[in-house]
């Protein structure tokens, strides 16, 4: 079975150094990812948590772990929503991964979310996720502009 993936892409006019700014440092990622900052050491094996506030409280929408971290150039990350009703257990994680590819003063910023085909739920998941064909490009664009206004 062909692995069931979301993939992404979107060149920013930024040096790879600031579009990996945006993806590590909390005080970006909450900019453009609902208002959740990145907790963890980035090194390889460490916790990965998405926190932000709901309701006045804070809360944890998304748990993981490092895979592998090439800093400037590459990082692979589990997810998971403790806050759903599955079991957490790694066979109910997915992978997410950012390939940053350097093209003169520009980034290509490539994003992949899945394999689906491989957690509990995966079809709904992935219809969920892909959000009509759209994925991570709503994000992206997010996180373009906050780069290139950085820049």
Known sequence: ?????????????????KVWDALTNPEQTKKYMFGCETVSE???????EW???????????????????E???????????????MENTPENHLTVT???????DST??????????KVAEGDRRYKEASNNGEGWNPILVEIKKLVEYKS
């Open 42 to 48: 980035w090194k390889k094996g460490s916790s990965l």
């Open 71 to 85: 800093q400037g150039k590459f990082l692979s990350y589990t997810t998971f929503d403790p806050n759903s009703e």
């Open 108 to 117: 290509v910023l490539k994003v992949t979310q899945g394999d689906y085909n």
């Open 51 to 69: 926190k932000g506030l709901y309701e006045g409280k804070e809360m944890i929408f998304v748990t993981g772990k490092i895979n592998e971290i």
């Open 1 to 17: 079975m062909n692995p069931l993936l979301i993939t992404n892409s979107i060149t920013i006019d930024a040096r790879p150094e």
């Open 98 to 104: 950012y390939t940053l590819i350097p093209e003169g």
